[in-house]
């Protein structure tokens, strides 16, 4: 139970105390009612004894009685009504609520914070008032009334009379039998009486007479003089003296309007009253019966129907807390009690009640419990007094009881008065109530056996109740508490007595006993069985006083605290006591938040909204109700429906009354604000037919990290071109698209009179759809002026005009139950300055008539638009995003911090270009090395011209515009069906064979030194591009060397013609997808020749083999390709002829078929090389047809260049440029030279393609780049085969320089050999046995330094094969020589070879060793060793 302001050692002798009745005169309530009180009330504040009382028992013991407290009320003859006790006790408890501000007691329990209110006031008062209330039964005597004080006043004109009629009227009262109430203890009641005198304008000399003769006739003992009123009313403002009353008469104003609003028709109004508000006792002077006031015969409580007698006071509680509450409490506040008296008088009347306790009703209290006393020993023939006996029975001697089941229902058994049984029962209630608790224990204990042994049952619950009480209330109880007894006395009242007011009260002092022992379990079992059915507010308050027992034990039960407050909650608000209701609900809501108890939340929530509403606290209700929706909830979906229903009714209300009000926010559809992109500009145009827009960026496409840093490569690439190589300090990539993901530190940059496009991440929870109307953004907008101030301007909802900015609406936006959908809501800036987004305002509803049959159906209508809103409120919901978690510095690392993002706020800047880019007739798919032509279409849709246009891609291999030398005369796009994308000549049929040889600079491609060659510059016409014009360009195509599906992204970058501080440049991005199957492979590798004729002159010639193969696997596709081509391009080297042997003419491969070439190279001569320096590229053309495409214009040089600049950026094997020996390393560079050809092969094709009946011809080129002589290099990219796997090895890591001693294979083209000898030699043998061979070595240095050679003739003799290879010859003359050759020197030696037989036998055995003249290392020329020199030998 809750902590209580008494302790139950003060609460239950407060509860049981002596009652006195007052009997007044119509002038003495006269002058008591100048004070607005009643004779009964005046006494109220000064009933307590403020000093110890001492009497004797029976023994002669000295008795101490402290605190002792009695009841005066005046006298009503009729028992108070049930329903009345009833509507009384909800008003008390209605009017006690928790003060505002009260500081609750937090107590921690395991993982329980809970805020609780530590006392329950309500409960106290509720209590108090229930127990004075009780009506007075004939089984108990403790609240009948001991005496009757009789009031007269000194005023009237016979006071002895009055007080004579006084004394006959109570007398009649007692002992006629037409009054069965008020109850009396004794037939000889205490009279006392008392003469009231008003100081302010009575007469004191008179008054002093009157008392003289009531003393001498009622005795000293008998009658009082009480002297008040010292001041007059009209003088009561003079001075400020205290009111003792307020307190008492609060709950007393309750009571009386209730009994005045119930009372009987025939009451009237007193016309002598100062006021209107009557007392508990009712007092009201009414017609007169022998001058005597007939004011007691209705009870204040009594109701204006006649009472059913079944009716008890614990019926269902009909009655509800009255309206009219508040207006009599308004009316009480002003009233002053106590106003004609004095500080004397509160004194006085102290006094008077001191002397009427010691004087009269104690020494009468006493003489009748010695009269009892005497009488029951005389009686019942006892041998002792009761009072020695009490040592015995608190010792423990306990006779065995029978059970209560097995006594008989004999609860209608009355006794006599007189009889004995009673009389212990009465002396043992006035021993109780003057605080004798062991002689009251001793007589209880007998009078319950004796009732139990009549089985008198309600007389036995009494006893048993007032004994257990008095054996806790006994200072030195040697036995505990006896809780058997309570518990038998509350079950014979309630099930045997149906008694449910005394089994309540038996339950309400157990409980407080119990409690004060700390038996916090046994109290709140007992507490909760006495809630029923028939009174919810009686329930209420047991259970929440259980709840209290739960939260107090030592390890307390929160759970069943949360629990019992639920159900105490939901019997308050069945009692109509809706703030106890709330109060219980929100207590027991701190338990079950997030545990996870979603069911129990959503309930509590609820009744939290709708009592909230019924109180009109409605921001409680609208938060309850919140709740409700935003968590996951786990209701059905026709309960979620009644929860929002009931959610925008209440907000409805609540917006009502605050129309002008800023917007609520609202808790539906969830926002996934991180989630909120935003993108500049406007949307993408759709395909129209062969054209197609440039794929830019949209919302639709998904946020790829490494795309975007590609992009962002790319936008670098290009920016550090147009300044020059260095990217600016201050430079950001372009972001159209703001995401979670981009860099949102910087205040995005806008463009006025493009759209932002805002979207946003809502989520619907509920099983319910959710309709969205009326969406719209809310934004803040600060304008800039020309002259650069700031106007603060905040529009929130654009009503009217929108000349700032424009804002788009959606109508209707429906969100299905448990649906993530994205909103895309627009933005149309009209001026420049700085916006910021804050959120979206909508209007939220649902929609009538969800429900099918299986659940949530279709919702007819969702596309039409008209949907049915059965209720919708108007609110807003902001878009706070959180930026990135900083972790850059120590103190970030160590506190959680968090960046700025800026997505929101937008700066809008000046006008700026804006290019569209449209592709016609874009292929997407291709053969490898395909040539295709298409146009790109450049629009500038704004009103700025722009320049600058260039694009940058990643393949520029892929694309070219043409070359600057190319005449730009591009065709129609229809008319490219079956033309050819290559400048072609016709050639004639002789020249098959011969190269035809033209020259190009790679500058006229944009590939000069240095140069970037994925930036190229659109060229456009002036390099200008004016507001609303359009320019198509030619661009040609190659299909990448790889099959497969190709991404290739397209970056435009270009700039205003008016320099902007703020956006230097635009791009705009575009990705082709292209796919790519495979066409032809190509391998081609380079040999010297032997020859060293050279038709061209000096240089020496190189043999070039070209392998092509048909790799074309599509059925019905490409039927044959046909190499029409093979051109060469090299500074130094040209194609001269071709040397194949075959006669067809016509190079035609079918599928998987490969073809053969070789071809003869040449050195270009120094006139058409030119200088080393210059870029100039000779092209040679070897046509196999009859037309020859220029190879040296677009865009077969266009593609070879890039193709050529992408090879190069591939790692090569470069030098170290930083040697230690310089000489080494120029002599390493030479010897390299040799070995080195950058010879590179165009082979261009057509293939034929019957597509729908219709053939098509396809055209292409591959290219082979030819590095080194005798390496294989191929057209298409190699794969590279995994390594197997091999044992790890750990290396120390070598200088990573590259050595400065050439390979073998650079070294041995150093020198070129050649035989020239007779292929066969006639040799008469029989004439001359040695046969002598002439022999020519004609040595070649292809470098260009000095070398020194030695040519060694001896024979090998290290392997026995060797000797039968080169078979039995020897040459003649010198066998070794020494030579140093020029650079570029061809030097013949003349040799003879001797042989002595026929045969076939191979020269190649001279072994040439060379070395650089300035160098040491020897090595071996072996290029001879791989073509043997054969000569067969005849005999002629």
Not at 49 to 70: A, C, F, G, W
Not at 376 to 382: A, D, F
Not at 615 to 622: E, F, G, T
Request: a negative charge.
């Amino acid at each position: 139970m809750a902590q209580c302001v008494q302790s139950v050692q003060e609460l239950i002798p407060d509860s049981f105390v002596p009652c006195v009745a007052a009997l007044c005169s119509d002038e003495a309530e006269r002058l008591t009612r100048l004070n607005h009180l009643s004779f009964a009330e005046l006494l109220k504040p000064f009933s307590r004894l403020t000093s110890e009382v001492h009497m004797r028992d029976p023994n002669n013991q000295l008795h101490i009685i402290k605190n002792l407290k009695i009841a005066v009320s005046n006298i009503i003859t009729q028992p108070p009504q049930p329903g009345a006790i009833r509507k009384l006790l909800s008003d008390v408890v209605l009017g006690s609520q928790p003060a505002e501000g009260l500081v609750a007691n937090v107590i921690t329990a395991g993982d329980y914070d809970l805020n609780i209110s530590a006392t329950t006031p309500w409960f106290e008062s509720y209590r108090e008032t229930f127990l004075q209330s009780m009506p007075a039964s004939d089984h108990e005597f403790l609240n009948h009334y001991l005496a009757c004080m009789l009031v007269a006043s000194s005023s009237e004109a016979e006071p002895m009379e009055q007080f004579s009629k006084l004394s006959q009227e109570q007398h009649r009262i007692q002992h006629n039998s037409d009054y069965s109430y008020p109850k009396w203890f004794i037939p000889n009641t205490l009279k006392y009486y008392v003469l009231l005198h008003d100081v302010s304008t009575g007469d004191e000399q008179r008054a002093e007479s009157i008392y003289e003769e009531m003393k001498q006739k009622y005795g000293t003992q008998g009658c009082y003089l009480l002297k008040i009123n010292s001041r007059a009313s009209n003088r009561a403002s003079d001075e400020q003296i205290p009111d003792p009353w307020s307190q008492y008469l609060q709950k007393s104003s309750i009571q009386n309007q209730e009994s005045y609003e119930d009372g009987p028709c025939t009451l009237t109004s007193n016309k002598n009253s100062d006021s209107n508000l009557l007392s508990l006792d009712g007092l009201d002077n009414e017609v007169k019966v022998d001058g005597l006031p007939n004011n007691f015969r209705t009870h204040p409580l009594q109701l204006d129907h006649p009472s059913d007698h079944s009716n008890s006071i614990d019926d269902p509680d009909h009655g509800k807390p009255s309206s009219s509450l508040h207006e009599t409490k308004k009316a009480s506040t002003g009233i002053i009690h106590g106003a004609c008296l004095t500080l004397t008088d509160h004194d006085r009347i102290r006094q008077f009640i001191q002397e009427f306790t010691f004087r009269g009703l104690l020494p009468h209290i006493e003489k009748t419990i010695r009269q009892l006393n005497d009488q029951l020993i005389s009686r019942k023939g006892l041998s002792r007094s009761l009072f020695s006996a009490t040592k015995k029975w608190f010792s423990g001697s306990k006779v065995p009881e029978k059970s209560i089941n097995e006594l008989k229902n004999t609860s209608g058994l009355l006794y006599p008065p007189e009889a004995p049984e009673l009389q212990i029962r009465k002396m043992a209630d006035l021993c109780f109530l003057v605080q004798h608790y062991d002689l009251a224990y001793s007589c209880y204990h007998t009078a319950k056996k004796d009732f139990l042994n009549d089985q008198a049952m309600l007389y036995a619950a009494g006893a048993l109740e007032m004994a257990a009480v008095s054996a806790f209330l006994h200072p030195g109880a040697p036995r505990p508490y006896p809780a058997h007894y309570m518990d038998t006395a509350i079950q014979t009242y309630r099930d045997i007595c149906k008694n449910m007011v005394l089994a309540e009260r038996c339950v309400l002092l157990s409980a407080e006993i119990l409690k004060s022992q700390s038996k916090y379990s046994e109290a709140a079992a007992l507490l909760i069985r006495l809630t029923s059915e028939d009174s919810d507010l009686r329930s209420a308050l047991l259970l929440e006083q259980a709840a209290h027992c739960f939260i107090n034990m030592k390890s307390p039960m929160v759970r069943k605290y949360a629990f019992h407050m639920i159900l105490a909650g939901h019997r308050f608000s069945k009692a109509g006591q809706k703030k106890h209701a709330l109060r219980c609900y929100c207590q027991a809501m701190q338990v079950y938040k997030g545990k996870g108890w979603s069911l129990a939340e959503d309930h509590i929530n609820f009744t939290i909204g709708r009592q909230s509403f019924t109180l009109r606290q409605l921001d409680n209700a609208v938060s309850a109700f919140r709740h409700i929706l935003i968590n996951e909830s786990k209701q059905s979906a026709a309960q979620q429906g009644a929860f929002l229903r009931e959610y925008l009714y209440v907000y409805k209300n609540v917006s009502e009354l605050s129309p002008d009000g800023p917007l609520p926010q609202l808790p539906l559809p969830y926002i996934n604000s991180s989630a909120t992109r935003v993108f500049f500009g406007h949307d993408r145009r759709p395909a129209d037919g062969e054209k197609q827009a440039a794929t830019h960026i949209s919302l639709d496409q998904e946020y790829d990290s490494e795309s975007s840093q590609q992009w962002r490569e790319l936008e670098e690439q290009v920016v550090a071109v147009v300044n020059k190589g260095i990217i600016p300090s201050n430079f950001h990539p372009t972001q159209y698209c703001l995401n979670s993901y981009s860099d949102n530190s910087r205040f995005p940059l806008a463009v006025v009179e493009e759209p932002i496009t805002v979207e946003v991440a809502f989520r619907n929870p509920l099983k319910v759809p959710l309709l969205l109307t009326d969406l719209s953004l809310l934004w803040k907008f600060q304008p800039k002026d020309v002259c650069g101030k700031d106007n603060e301007e905040v529009k929130e909802l654009v009503t009217s005009e929108p000349e700032m900015i424009g804002s788009e609406v959606i109508s209707e936006f429906l969100i299905n139950s448990e649906e993530s959908k994205v909103a895309r809501l627009k933005l149309f800036p009209h001026h420049i300055g700085e916006l910021h987004i804050l959120g979206v305002v909508y209007n939220l509803g649902t929609i009538q008539g969800f429900m099918t049959v299986d659940g949530i159906g279709a919702l007819p209508g969702c596309h039409t638009g008209k949907h049915s809103l059965s209720m919708s409120v108007r609110g807003r919901q902001d878009l706070e995003i959180q930026g990135p978690r900083l972790n850059n510095t120590k103190e970030e690392k160590t506190s959680i911090k968090y960046g700025p993002d800026r997505r929101l706020d937008p700066i809008i800047t000046e006008e700026m270009p804006l290019l569209e880019v449209f592709f016609i007739h874009f292929p997407t798919g291709l053969l490898c090395g395909e040539i295709r032509k298409a146009y790109v279409e450049f629009v500038n849709v704004s009103k700025c011209p722009l320049t600058g246009l260039k694009v940058v891609s990643k393949r520029p291999e892929f694309f070219t515009f043409g070359g600057n030398t190319a005449v730009l005369t591009p065709l129609s796009p229809s008319a490219s069906e079956n033309c050819s994308a290559y400048k072609t000549v016709v050639t004639e049929a002789t020249c098959v064979c011969a190269a035809l040889v033209s020259s190009a600079s790679s500058l006229d491609f944009g590939m000069g030194v240095g140069s970037q060659p994925e930036v190229i510059p659109v060229p456009l016409p002036d390099m200008v591009l004016l507001p609303g014009a359009s320019v198509q360009l030619p661009m040609w195509l190659r299909g990448p060397d790889e099959e497969g599906v190709h991404e290739i992204n397209f970056l435009f970058y270009y700039e205003s013609v008016k320099k902007q501080p703020k956006i230097r440049h635009r791009i705009l991005r575009h990705t082709a997808v292209i796919c790519t199957s495979r066409s032809l492979n190509v391998r081609a590798t380079v040999c010297r020749s032997n020859s060293l004729e050279d038709e061209e002159g000096r240089g020496g010639n190189m043999l070039v083999f070209v392998d092509v193969e048909n790799t074309h696997t599509s059925e019905a596709g490409v039927k044959e390709f046909h190499i029409v081509q093979v051109s060469s391009s090299s500074k130094n080297w040209k194609l001269y002829k071709s040397v194949n042997l075959s006669e067809n003419k016509d190079a035609k491969l079918a599928s998987r078929e490969k073809g053969k070439f070789c071809f003869k190279a040449v050195r270009c001569k120094e006139i058409e090389a030119g200088t080393q320096s210059s870029e100039k590229y000779t092209f040679a053309d070897i046509v196999f047809g009859n037309e020859q495409i220029i190879s040296s214009a677009s865009p077969c040089a266009d593609f070879f260049y890039r193709s050529l600049s992408s090879e190069l950026k591939k790692p090569q094997a470069q030098l170290s440029l930083h040697s230690e020996k310089h000489g080494v390393e120029d002599a390493v560079r030479l010897i390299q030279k040799c070995s080195e050809v950058d010879l590179n092969i165009v082979i261009l094709w057509k293939a034929y393609v019957i597509e729908d009946s219709k053939q098509l011809i396809l055209e292409g080129q591959h290219h082979v780049i030819l590095r080194t002589v005798g390496k294989e290099a191929f057209s298409y990219p190699q794969k590279q085969e995994p390594p197997e796997m091999e044992l790890l090895k750990i290396f120390r890591t070598e200088n990573t320089t590259v050595s400065s001693r050439p390979s073998v294979e650079q070294l041995s083209n150093l020198i070129k050999t050649s035989l020239h000898y007779p292929e066969s030699f006639n040799h008469p043998f029989h004439q001359k046995s040695l046969c002598l061979v002439p022999v020519t070595l004609l040595l070649s240095n292809c470098s260009k330094a000095d070398v020194d050679v030695i040519v060694d003739l001896r024979h090998k003799t290290t392997s026995p094969e060797a000797m039968e290879i080169h078979g039995s010859f020897t040459w003649l003359g010198q066998t070794q020589y020494k030579l140093q050759l020029r650079s570029q020197e061809i030097h013949s030696l003349q040799l003879k070879a001797c042989f002595v037989h026929t045969g076939v036998y191979n020269l190649g055995t001279p072994r040439v060793f060379a070395k650089l003249s300035d160098q040491v290392t020897v090595f071996e020329a072996s290029q001879q060793n791989s073509m043997p020199a054969l000569i067969i030998i005849n005999n002629v």
